[in-house]
């Protein structure tokens, strides 16, 4: 028999979601505490009439909050890293293959 250990993200009595993984399962549930606050704050400015617009708007800024702090400019965009050597690599086998 095996042994699963579950990590479950309940909110208000309802499991909202599993995982396998704790940090997996924290990351999950700082989300929803984000969401959370930002729904208060959507419904400070009046800007949705529905509640789940609103709730909507809340969930996808906290699921893209890494985006959202560099619209902001309180977070700068972490350049792509290339590798140099495999660059270098191919240049070199291309420049052999026209001599």
């Given at each position: 028999?095996?042994?699963?250990?579950?990590?479950?993200?309940?909110?208000?009595?309802?499991?909202?979601?599993?995982?396998?993984?704790?940090?997996?399962?924290?990351?999950?549930?700082?989300?929803?505490?984000?969401?959370?606050?930002?729904?208060?704050?959507?419904?400070?400015?009046?800007?949705?009439?529905?509640?789940?617009?609103?709730?909507?708007?809340?969930?996808?800024?906290?699921?893209?909050?890494?985006?959202?702090?560099?619209?902001l400019g309180a977070?700068?965009?972490?350049?792509?890293?290339?590798?140099?050597?495999?660059?270098?690599?191919?240049?070199?086998?291309?420049?052999?293959?026209e001599d």
């Amino acid at each position: 028999m095996a042994v699963i250990i579950k990590y479950v993200v309940e909110r208000n009595g309802a499991e909202k979601m599993t995982f396998t993984s704790k940090s997996e399962a924290d990351a999950y549930d700082k989300m929803l505490d984000m969401a959370d606050e930002l729904f208060l704050l959507l419904s400070d400015s009046e800007l949705f009439e529905e509640d789940e617009k609103q709730e909507e708007m809340s969930l996808y800024l906290a699921q893209h909050r890494e985006e959202v702090l560099v619209a902001l400019g309180a977070k700068k965009v972490k350049a792509p890293r290339k590798k140099a050597s495999t660059e270098a690599e191919s240049t070199d086998n291309d420049d052999s293959s026209e001599d």
